[in-house]
């Protein structure tokens, strides 16, 4: 293998400035929950939950910008970041949803601001929809809700539910660096690759290295996909379409126009679905707008929580549809 792809399993998790990191022990499940310090008392409360293959490092950017606004916790789901694998073995999205769950239930600052990305997005309608007294807002990034037809750049990541897919995909991509793999997911994340910063790269980089040695990478990937992909697939009030509808916490959407994984077209669903919903729209966006576009993101979701009733200002402007024109990330 070459030198630039050796493993570093044990290197740290980096946490960046002003951020912390603890272990929290749950019931049949240890969460790793990144948080910083709040910038003044009294500021409520806010989580942010990632998406597959990813970990609460994917919000610092945006918890930064969003000191003074709420006080920011995000974590790692189980199996991902710094987070060990559940006990049961259950990567479906009723079994983060019920990590989140079982976090918030314990830790006694709901209810939050709840934020959710591609995963993490389904994971945050279910814990909504269910815990309704867990969630003042919800805000969905990218969310990883049902497709009728996925867009055919998405269909590898859904292969990885497959049983053995992920073993096959190992073996075929065994020589690989890391930069390799991470410009890759790159590639298919960001509207734009550019605008990751070479400090930004070399952090992913370092960090994709240590999850490659943990002996459960792959295992939790796979068994995750298969979990959506399940999720997608299933009819009646458990449908996470029909958990969209029983929301009642007002609702922030966010779509990117470049998105490769999650249709850009879903946007008008999701807005018809979700009771009490507003609309970002971001066509230079993928699907990841709170880690390429922190500063949009943030602004609206001040634009949001003055929307309602919380205090708070940003520069997005609001239609009487309820539809946010972002400028800086589209025309």
């Given at each position: 293998m070459p030198a630039a792809s050796v493993l570093h399993p044990?290197?740290?998790?980096?946490?960046?400035?002003g951020e912390r990191l603890r272990p929290v022990g749950l019931p049949g499940v240890t969460l790793s929950i990144r948080s910083r310090r709040p910038a003044r008392e009294g500021l409520p409360p806010a989580l942010y939950v990632h998406g597959l293959g990813g970990s609460s490092q994917n919000w610092s950017a945006l918890m930064a910008e969003l000191d003074g606004v709420?006080?920011?916790?995000?974590?790692?789901?189980?199996?991902?970041?710094?987070?060990?694998?559940p006990d049961d073995g259950d990567y479906s999205v009723t079994g983060h949803a019920r990590a989140v769950i079982r976090y918030l239930d314990a830790c006694g600052r709901g209810p939050v601001h709840l934020i959710g990305n591609s995963l993490g997005g389904a994971v945050t309608t279910r814990v909504a929809a269910v815990r309704p007294?867990?969630?003042r807002t919800l805000t969905l990034v990218s969310p990883a809700l049902p497709e009728l037809r996925i867009q055919r750049t998405a269909a590898p990541t859904a292969l990885l539910g497959v049983p053995g897919i992920a073993a096959l995909f190992t073996r075929l991509t065994r020589e690989w660096t890391a930069e390799q793999r991470v410009r890759g997911v790159?590639?298919?994340?960001?509207?734009?690759?550019?605008?990751?910063?070479?400090?930004?790269?070399r952090y992913a980089v370092e960090e994709l290295e240590r999850r490659l040695g943990l002996p459960y990478f792959w295992d939790a990937m796979a068994r995750s996909a298969r979990g959506?992909?399940?999720?997608?697939?299933?009819?009646?009030q458990h449908g996470l379409w029909r958990q969209a509808e029983r929301v009642l916490a007002p609702t922030l959407l966010i779509y990117g126009g470049r998105d490769q994984l999650v249709g850009f077209r879903m946007a008008a669903k999701a807005a018809r679905s979700f009771r009490d919903s507003r609309l970002l729209s971001m066509p230079d966006a993928g699907h990841v707008a709170m880690?390429?576009?922190?500063?949009?993101?943030?602004?609206?979701f001040r634009d949001f929580l003055a929307g309602t009733g919380e205090s708070?200002?940003?520069?997005?402007?609001?239609?009487?549809?309820?539809?946010v024109t972002a400028p800086g990330a589209g025309s």
């Open positions: 044990a290197s740290p998790v980096r946490v960046g400035e709420v006080d920011s916790e995000a974590l790692d789901l189980p199996g991902f970041g710094d987070s060990p694998p007294d867990l969630v790159m590639a298919l994340c960001y509207g734009d690759p550019g605008r990751v910063s070479p400090e930004a790269f959506i992909v399940n999720a997608y697939t299933l009819g009646g880690m390429e576009y922190p500063e949009v993101v943030a602004g609206a708070g200002t940003g520069a997005t402007r609001v239609s009487a549809a309820g539809d």
